[in-house]
C-alpha cells in the first residue's frame, strides 16, 4: 500500500505486506530528516533518520527514501506487523535556521489488517 | 535511566484555573523542548532550553504560557487562565549536546493530556 501522508490520512495494509508512507517538506534549506511512529496515547517514538547528504537509509524492516529535487520523503516498511499500528511523523529540521526544533507534517495513520 | 518523564499524565481543570506540567529530560541530554500536539496533527514547537536559558519560543507561546528550566534539569510548563483551546497532549522532549552521538534525535516523553472544562 502507498499513501501521500499530507493527502491521504489513512493507509490500511495487510499483515504481512509492504506498506509506503509518503511525505512532502516544505523547506528547502532542511538537512535533516525523521520518522516517528506514535502509537495511541504515547509520545513521539524515533524510527529512522537521514541527513541530506543521503538518499536512501535503511534499518530493522525500515528504508527511508529522500528526493530533495521534489522535497519528498518516504518511509518504507517491510512486512508488516500488527504491531506496526500507529501514526507516522515525518519532519524536518534545518540546523543552520535557528530552528532548533523539529517541524513535524500532519501524519499518516497505517492500519495493519490481520 | 528511565527516558523522559512527565507528570501528570492527565489533567483535567476548568476553564480559568491554572496548571502545571513538569519534565524530567534524560539526564545527560543539555536541550530540551516544549510541544503542543493536537487530535489529528502533529507535535507544534512550543519552546527550547539550552542548559536553563531559554532560546527560542514560538508564537503558539501566549502570554499566559510560560516555561522555566531553573537548573538546567527538570523543566515546568505553566498555563495561566486555561482556555478550553489549551486542551492538547503537552510533549516534553530532550537532546543530548550537540556534537554528541545521536544529538538529532529528540526523545519524547509520553506527554500530559489536559482537558479544559
Known amino acids: 500500500g502507498e499513501s501521500v501522508g499530507l493527502h491521504l490520512p489513512t493507509l490500511s495494509v495487510q499483515e504481512g505486506d509492504n506498506s509506503i508512507i509518503n511525505c512532502a517538506y516544505s523547506?528547502?534549506?532542511?538537512?535533516?530528516f525523521i520518522w516517528y511512529k506514535q502509537e495511541s496515547g504515547k509520545g513521539p517514538q524515533f524510527i529512522i533518520d537521514?541527513?541530506?547528504?543521503?538518499d536512501k537509509r535503511q534499518g530493522q524492516r525500515v528504508t527511508v527514501l529522500l528526493n530533495k529535487t521534489v522535497k519528498h520523503l518516504s518511509l518504507q516498511i517491510a512486512a508488516t506487523q500488527p504491531g506496526d499500528s500507529a501514526v507516522y511523523f515525518c519532519?524536518?529540521?534545518?540546523?543552520?535556521?535557528?530552528?532548533?526544533?523539529?517541524?513535524f507534517g500532519k501524519g499518516t495513520h497505517l492500519i495493519i489488517q490481520p | 535511566d528511565t527516558g523522559v518523564s512527565q507528570n501528570p499524565r492527565h489533567k483535567i481543570t476548568k476553564r480559568g484555573q491554572n496548571v502545571t506540567f513538569r519534565c524530567d529530560p534524560i539526564?545527560?541530554?543539555?536541550?530540551l523542548y516544549w510541544y503542543r500536539q493536537t487530535l489529528g496533527q502533529g507535535p507544534e514547537f512550543l519552546t527550547y532550553?539550552?542548559?536553563?536559558?531559554?532560546?527560542?519560543k514560538s508564537r503558539l507561546l501566549s502570554d499566559r504560557f510560560s516555561a522555566e528550566r531553573p537548573k538546567g534539569s527538570f523543566s515546568t510548563l505553566e498555563i495561566q487562565r486555561t482556555e478550553q483551546g489549551d486542551s492538547a497532549m503537552y510533549l516534553c522532549?530532550?537532546?543530548?549536546?550537540?556534537?554528541?552521538?545521536?544529538?538529532?534525535?529528540?526523545?519524547f516523553g509520553a506527554g500530559s493530556r489536559l482537558t479544559v472544562l
Open positions: 522532549a530532550s537532546r543530548p549536546r550537540a556534537g554528541n552521538s545521536g544529538a538529532n534525535v529528540l526523545t
Open positions: 523547506n528547502s534549506a532542511s538537512d535533516y
Open positions: 539526564s545527560e541530554h543539555n536541550r
Open positions: 537521514i541527513r541530506s547528504n543521503m
Open positions: 532550553f539550552q542548559n536553563e536559558a531559554q532560546l527560542e
Open positions: 519532519a524536518e529540521n534545518n540546523s543552520g535556521g535557528g530552528a532548533d526544533g523539529l517541524t
